[in-house]
């Protein structure tokens, strides 16, 4: 009999017995980490500063524990590990029905202005494939994904760097355009989520006012469109948009063209 390995992250097959006379048959025994897609291995997961939960699931052939390798006030796991009813024997080149378990991870807000980041361990019953890592890291920052985050040469890592939204007219449009307003894009795990202006010539929505959004939908991207009055100023001018979730907030420089 041969056994067959599908190891975390890697389609791994390695022959670690010998086949009997007329013995076909092999036993495979799998281990990975997955999100939402069972066919898509992770190797980490990563939360914003706001977020206070995720999960992943494991997908193993064999029983499991986690091991309470962090130490870390920031983040808790809860999990059940499962011992499958039984080992399904196969032809090679086909694989077992593999048993899914969730571990949930709580998080507190990254107030802190730096990445941090642990990692977990698994450990299967099946020694040839032994522990596991998962690493977890939590930003210090929202997730913004419009205007993106500019980082400076020398920052390496998402603790440094600014938001700015360029490219407005003095007609508080977007160059080019007559009518397409800027906007900005964000997704937010809190249902108390705010954004403010610094100035009255530029004007955010209420929650409410979203089309088809009562407010800042948790774990929904938000496309929030800006109104800008007229710069009759001669000059460019600057106003700072504030996202808060949570405890954590992030400004977001708004420049606006003259004439």
Same mark, same amino acid.
């Given at each position: 009999m041969r056994t067959f390995i599908l190891g975390a992250l890697a389609t791994l097959a390695v022959a670690t017995g010998l086949t009997s006379c007329g013995?076909?048959?092999?036993?495979?025994?799998?281990?990975?980490?997955?999100?939402?897609?069972?066919?898509?291995?992770i190797s980490d997961i990563v939360a914003y500063a706001d977020q206070t939960a #995720?999960?992943?699931?494991?997908?193993?052939?064999?029983?499991?524990?986690?091991?309470?390798?962090? #130490?870390e006030e920031w983040l808790s796991v809860s999990y059940k590990g499962q011992t499958p009813p039984f080992t399904q024997k196969i032809a090679a080149g086909n694989w077992?029905?593999?048993?899914?378990?969730?571990? #949930?991870?709580?998080?507190?807000?990254?107030?802190?202005?730096?990445?941090?980041?642990?990692?977990i361990t698994v450990t299967s019953e099946f020694g040839?494939?032994?522990?596991?890592p998962l690493y977890i890291l939590q930003y210090p920052l929202l997730n913004i994904d419009y205007p993106a985050l500019e980082k400076g040469p020398n920052d390496k890592v998402v603790d440094n760097g600014t938001f700015t939204l360029k490219n407005?007219?003095? #007609?508080?449009?977007?160059?080019?355009?007559?009518?397409?307003?800027?906007?900005?894009?964000?997704?937010?795990?809190?249902?108390?989520?705010?954004?403010?202006?610094?100035?009255?010539?530029?004007?955010?929505?209420?929650?409410?006012n979203l089309v088809g959004t009562p407010a800042y939908t948790p774990c929904k991207v938000q496309n929030v469109e800006l109104t800008l009055e007229k710069n009759t100023t001669g000059s460019a001018r600057t106003a700072q948009l504030t996202l808060t979730s949570n405890g954590v907030s992030n400004k977001i420089t708004v420049i606006q063209n003259a004439n």
């Open positions: 013995d076909s048959s092999y036993e495979n025994h799998t281990f990975y980490y997955f999100r939402n897609t069972p066919s898509v291995y #995720d999960s992943c699931f494991v997908a193993t052939t064999d029983t499991w524990t986690l091991n309470k390798s962090y #130490d077992q029905v593999l048993y899914s378990n969730r571990i #949930d991870l709580k998080l507190q807000p990254n107030t802190t202005g730096k990445t941090r980041h642990t990692n040839k494939i032994g522990t596991t407005i007219s003095a #007609d508080g449009y977007v160059v080019g355009s007559k009518n397409v307003k800027p906007y900005v894009s964000f997704t937010v795990y809190s249902t108390n989520a705010t954004l403010t202006s610094s100035e009255s010539w530029l004007k955010v929505p209420e929650p409410g």
